[in-house]
């Protein structure tokens, strides 16, 4: 009997110890199950969409640096809040960059400006050419694709005479290579490979900075014409909810400011989508460093 005994002893005895690991890898108290976790990037759009390769650029970094696992899905607006926790948006947060909510915290990845491309034949040389087109001439449609369109950041005074008219990209691609329109503008992912083949050359970027391409050199700002500029670039990245318990906030906070920030293949990589690498969290808000 005392064998048996023993033996009932030493198996409720380790029963407690894995249900103690258990508890201590689920956390006490407030404490969330980040060991235990994964969480869903949910990314708007379909596979192999310009939103999912820039997530999937980001998320190698993120895998690397987090403790826990991170899921892909598709076919949530990002304009929307997270629901839960462990349910984040990626994609174009400019909406949230735009108007801060207490609701989600906001990281920043890239900034994706506005750039304005003619074909090589084109009349319109240079940026300042735009300026010379008489305002009653027919030659003053301007095709925009929507992600620029939407965004505005072609609203420049000095163009106000121009009719900028949303067109789906591939036809203003096609239009602009073409030289039946004077110039195009879109988002610059839109246009770094048809730069790069020489099929259109870049005028300019809508925004108040240089952007460099590889492969193909360095766009003028259009500050440089029209000084005090305000550009309104699309912003890429991640929104977690308010939700979010405060160790994975912190930690990922950390994560995005030091490991996402020192990422060589992810500076290299904006330089040659045309992006603007910029890290930040929560631009906007007080003490927090605002997109260059």
């Avoid at 005074?157 to 789906?168: A, C, G, Q, V, W």
Wanted: charged share 20%; hydrophobic share 40%.
């Amino acid at each position: 009997m005392k064998t048996k005994a023993l033996v009932v002893s030493a198996v409720i005895l380790c029963f407690s110890v894995l249900v103690c690991a258990e508890g201590a890898r689920e956390g006490t108290g407030n404490s969330p199950p980040i060991l235990r976790r994964e969480v869903r990037l949910i990314i708007p759009g379909e596979a192999g969409s310009t939103q999912d390769q820039l997530i999937r650029a980001v998320l190698p970094v993120l895998e690397n640096s987090l403790p826990f696992s991170v899921l892909v899905e598709y076919g949530i607006d990002s304009s929307r809040s997270p629901g839960d926790q462990y349910g984040w948006i990626a994609g174009n947060i400019s909406e949230h960059v735009d108007t801060p909510s207490p609701d989600v915290h906001v990281f920043v990845a890239f900034e994706i400006p506005v750039v304005l491309a003619a074909s090589p034949v084109s009349p319109v040389v240079s940026f300042p050419d735009i300026f010379l087109i008489q305002q009653d001439s027919s030659f003053l449609v301007c095709p925009v694709t929507p992600g620029a369109m939407r965004r505005e950041s072609t609203a420049s005074p000095k163009l106000s005479h121009i009719r900028f008219r949303e067109t789906e990209p591939v036809s203003a691609l096609k239009a602009a290579i073409e030289a039946r329109v004077p110039m195009m503008a879109a988002l610059s992912v839109e246009l770094t490979e048809v730069l790069r083949t020489g099929k259109l050359k870049a005028l300019a970027t809508f925004s108040s900075s240089p952007l460099r391409i590889e492969g193909y050199g360095t766009v003028p700002p259009v500050d440089y014409w029209e000084k005090g500029y305000s550009p309104k670039p699309d912003y890429f990245g991640i929104l977690l909810p308010d939700t979010v318990s405060t160790e994975i906030l912190e930690m990922f906070t950390e994560v995005w400011m030091k490991d996402i920030s020192g990422s060589g293949d992810l500076r290299a990589y904006a330089a040659e989508r045309g992006l603007i690498f910029n890290p930040v969290v929560n631009p906007g808000e007080t003490g927090t460093p605002s997109p260059r």
